[in-house]
């Protein structure tokens, strides 16, 4: 950092140092407790983090000065849940399903996630990266810059291991994002296990899991009647904590399994989907600071009709994410802004609380809460400048071209 300047050293000091950048005549949503609104702000930036957030009051030490003419800025939207590293795409199935077969009817049959995982295995390193950069990009362009990317159409060592590592490249993509890996070995029964899902279990806790903890930041699994049971699940909790990993839990999708209360039990980051969620499984996220993380758009192109019980997780006081599912199979969908706007239309969140669940609320998901996910001093500089004229348009458009510019680690394009 460099020292003030004297025509500044009189002025109100911000963090002791000249600014690389000053964002002036906008209006921020800090997102701390809410909206957490300030009109005619300044936003000041050094060595890649919020340095100052506050009023204007028309000194700004900085090196360069930037009138936003009113716009709103925003941290940076995170996604605190996607499958977007895969082979291939599903549309076929997607017709299928248009004629009435079920995605549980397709799963049973060999298709599902099991036709990306054939995809994924025959696929390069770098065409998953290629075809997965697409997605982060449209992303970025909708004010991302935290994307969590799950593996889990591998489901063996060398194609877990070349998910992870591409999810990792995609920190790359124009003007930069961060990208929070999760192991999800556990996400479906490989063909060559289908008669020993003991030894796939076996697999993923003793070899999978030491071998890819470096590449991993969590480890998650699908607890379903189409996938692991909750005994299966509770082994690779276990190996997972064993490695020092936090967990994650795809829990009570499609049926009630008691999973968000086994991954409170493992004080999971969050459990996640929660359509058929209990009551038990509430007071126990509630005990245990486990974030509820809503997937409208997944339920929206699953047709499903039982909603998570939004009301009493908010009773509960439980914080709740929103994301995107960004997967072939169901949620085909690269685009935060929709999914903002389906957690109000379709599961009655207001537009303050879907904003808080693709900001603070999503960096608790991911553990990131003292890094990104709010405007506050010392963390990182990841803004979304957006071009619009009141905080709630950012879930009400649809297919709006709403972002005027991001900011990643201080820096934009
Ligand atoms: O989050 N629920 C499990 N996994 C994904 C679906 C993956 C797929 O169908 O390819 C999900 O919905
Ligand atoms: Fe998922």
């Not at 060559?192 to 903890?213: S, T």
């Amino acid at each position: 950092m460099t020292k003030i300047p004297a025509h500044f050293a009189g002025s109100k000091v911000k963090l002791g140092c000249m600014w690389d950048l000053a964002l002036v005549d906008c209006n921020a949503a800090t997102m701390v407790g809410g909206y957490g609104i300030l009109r005619d702000a300044v936003i000041g930036i050094a060595d890649g983090r919020i340095a100052f957030v506050g009023a204007r009051d028309g000194l700004e030490p900085a090196r360069e000065t930037r009138h936003l003419h009113g716009a709103w800025v925003t941290p940076g939207l995170i996604d605190c849940h996607t499958h977007l590293v895969f082979g291939g795409q599903r549309a076929g199935e997607w017709e299928m399903r248009r004629q009435g077969k079920s995605y549980e009817d397709i799963a049973r049959a060999g298709g599902g996630i099991l036709s990306t995982v054939r995809a994924t295995r025959a696929a390069s390193e770098d065409e998953l990266v290629a075809s997965a950069m697409r997605r982060v990009a449209a992303m970025a362009r909708q004010g991302v810059t935290t994307v969590e990317v799950k593996s889990g159409y591998g489901l063996d060592l060398a194609t877990e291991e070349k998910m992870l590592r591409a999810a990792g490249r995609l920190e790359c993509v124009p003007g930069g994002v961060r990208v929070s890996r999760t192991f999800l070995g556990a996400h479906a029964l490989p063909p060559e296990f289908k008669d020993d899902r003991e030894g796939y279990v076996d697999l993923v806790c003793n070899a999978m899991i030491p071998k890819l903890a470096p590449l991993a930041d969590a480890v998650d699994a699908f607890c379903e009647s189409i996938a692991f049971t909750p005994e299966e699940t509770e082994r690779v909790f276990a190996a997972a904590r064993a490695h020092g990993l936090r967990v994650k839990l795809h829990a009570e999708q499609l049926t009630d399994q008691g999973g968000a209360a086994l991954a409170a039990r493992f004080l999971a980051l969050s459990a996640d989907h929660l359509e058929h969620l209990s009551e038990d499984g509430i007071a126990a996220m509630a005990k245990a600071g486990t974030v509820a993380v809503l997937l409208p758009i997944a339920f929206y192109f699953l047709r499903e009709t039982r909603k998570p019980p939004v009301a009493a997780l908010r009773a509960a006081g439980i914080p709740v994410a929103i994301a995107t599912d960004c997967n072939p199979g169901t949620s085909p969908a690269a685009s935060p802004l929709m999914a903002l706007n389906m957690a109000c239309t379709l599961f009655d969140l207001t537009p303050e609380e879907a904003l808080l669940g693709m900001t603070a609320h999503a960096a608790y998901a991911l553990g990131l809460e003292d890094e990104t996910g709010t405007l506050e001093v010392g963390k990182s500089a990841d803004l979304a400048i957006w071009d619009i004229s009141e905080i709630a348009e950012l879930a009400y458009w649809i297919g709006a071209d709403l972002l005027k510019s991001r900011i990643f680690q201080g820096r934009s394009l």
